[in-house]
């Protein structure tokens, strides 16, 4: 298997190389040579453990590195680590060192990462780059924390994330990372991070000095491709408990902000999972359900800060993928879309490409409809869920009312409730007005007795090891610094 880029400056690229390299020379996003159909061969395993699910799934993208290699950095990744869960539908992808779904990549980035630098006879510190809207960032540097070889720094919207959020990254321990936060929104640290990447004279100042960039982000196919064996899991789940027959077609349900996560199961269904619709789902941010909606990508609007943060995004780079599937590959026409939306803010998809989009129905969820839905399970079912799962569940209701399509579905719980614990207690009726976030955590953990995950239980006892706040111009200064 071979890697490609999207706007067609790179083919033939390796999977090792592509790793490495986390985005394209031409800037555009790597995508495999093709997708390689592997349900009907792997259906009769489905009681498969998720580390052998992965290596069966894994192995048919990244295919330089040999079965021991594969195997050792996804037992090392997951062993007693990370597990998956199906929940009445729910597939909760939270149970990690983080607490949020970005874990099942970000175990496994750094492991196959450095075999990839030692086939590609790197000598230089590889740095990786990550601006995070507020789970990506604090996976990256649990994954990469003290790795020989490697320095981690991420970038964060210093008014953009959950107190939570923020308390995970500032107390990261480890000699080689850096947590930077910005004066700016999850947007301008993504940008900013595409310019340093686009820096050629930067980068190779960077390489003089000893060190080579490379991204955690789902614009890197090592973080993307991991996602995809989650959706296989918890299919065969569904099988495994009869609440479906094997070969039925099931609806996935995703809360999507960079589009990463959704396109997982695009992939999962392109190698032949059993999906029929992919459900969406935004918050007021809502310039994919516009896009899907429209054919009008349109991100000249203002950011809203909401209280599922995670998705408060206006740039979604993995949907840049997903058009490259959708105009036949051809890398010119992804180069005028994409300068389209750097120049004017906005493209626009004809109908002709709209077709291949059907397959999506794309909805949003305000606040008001996301208190709801937590406390309308949480009293009817004793389940809670986070507001970035309560977007989505919100989302499918909509779509069920409107199609009254009753397919088994799977919902990507993205995130434990305990790391927005203050919008859950107010989803709830629970009066926390007056206590700080640590204190919101333990009366939500009081009222609903669900346990506090390890990982977070006397977060506010340890040490902050990360102040630093710049201006979103001057990221590339700030990596500077910390590299001097």
């Known amino acids: 298997m071979k890697f490609m880029s999207t706007r067609g400056g790179e083919t033939n690229v390796s999977s090792s190389r592509a790793i490495i ?35 069966k799934i894994i ?3 990244f295919t330089d590195f040999s079965e021991v290699e594969l195997k050792g ?8 680590k990370f597990t998956v869960k199906e929940e009445n539908g729910f597939l909760e992808l939270y149970h990690g060192p983080t607490s949020a779904f970005k874990d099942a990549a970000l175990l496994f980035l750094p492991q196959i990462m450095k075999i990839a630098k030692k086939k590609c006879k790197l000598q230089e510190d590889i740095v990786i780059l990550t601006a995070t809207s507020g789970d990506t960032g604090k996976a990256a540097l649990e994954g990469f924390s003290d790795i020989d070889g490697f320095k981690v720094v991420v970038y964060y919207p210093k008014n953009g994330v959950s107190l939570i959020q923020e308390r995970q990254m500032s107390t990261q321990k480890g000699k080689n990372v ?28 960077l390489k003089k000095k000893g060190y080579i960039l490379s991204s955690a982000n789902s614009i890197n196919i090592g973080r993307l491709v991991p996602q995809i064996v989650y959706y296989f899991y918890g299919y065969f789940d569904l099988v495994n408990k009869q609440k479906i027959k094997m070969g039925e077609e099931i609806n996935v349900v995703v809360p999507t902000g960079n589009f990463g996560n959704i ?44 209280e599922s943060p995670s998705m408060d995004i206006l740039i979604s780079s993995n949907l840049e993928r997903l058009l490259y599937e959708a105009y036949n590959r051809n890398g010119n026409e992804i180069n005028k879309l994409m300068n389209s939306l750097k120049d004017d803010g906005v493209y626009k998809i004809n109908s002709e490409y709209k077709e291949f989009m059907k397959n999506f129905y794309a909805d949003y969820a305000d606040i008001k409809e996301v208190y709801k839905a937590i406390k309308k399970l949480y009293e009817e ?43 859950i207690c107010n989803a709830l009726g629970l009066n926390v007005e007056n206590k700080d976030d640590f204190k919101v955590l333990e009366a939500l953990n009081e009222f609903s007795k669900v346990p506090i995950p390890n990982n977070l239980k006397n977060l506010e006892k340890q040490e902050i090891l990360h102040y630093e706040v710049w201006n979103k111009e001057e990221m590339k200064d700030a990596l500077s610094a910390f590299l001097r």
């Open 21 to 55: 390299n986390g985005i394209a020379k031409d800037g555009g996003l790597y995508v495999p040579e093709t997708i390689p159909k592997i349900f009907e061969n792997i259906k009769s395993n489905s009681k498969l453990s998720y580390e052998n699910l992965a290596f």
């Open 59 to 61: 192995r048919e993208f």
């Open 73 to 80: 950095a996804i037992n090392e990744a997951y062993k007693n």
């Open 178 to 205: 850096k947590v930077i936060g910005i004066r700016g929104n999850f947007d301008n640290a993504q940008s900013g991070v595409k310019e340093i990447f686009s820096d050629i004279l930067f980068r190779e100042k």
């Open 263 to 306: 396109l997982a199961s695009y992939y999962a269904k392109e190698m032949g999972l059993p999906i029929a619709k992919f459900i969406c789902a935004s918050n007021e941010n809502k310039v994919l359900t516009d896009f899907f909606n429209d054919g009008i990508y349109d991100k000249r609007r203002d950011l809203i800060l909401t």
């Open 381 to 423: 079912e004793n389940y809670l869920m986070d507001t970035h799962t309560a977007v989505a569940y919100v989302a499918l209701n909509k779509y069920i009312n409107k199609t009254k399509d009753k397919k088994q579905y799977l919902i990507a719980s993205t995130a434990s409730p305990y790391k927005f614990p203050r919008s």
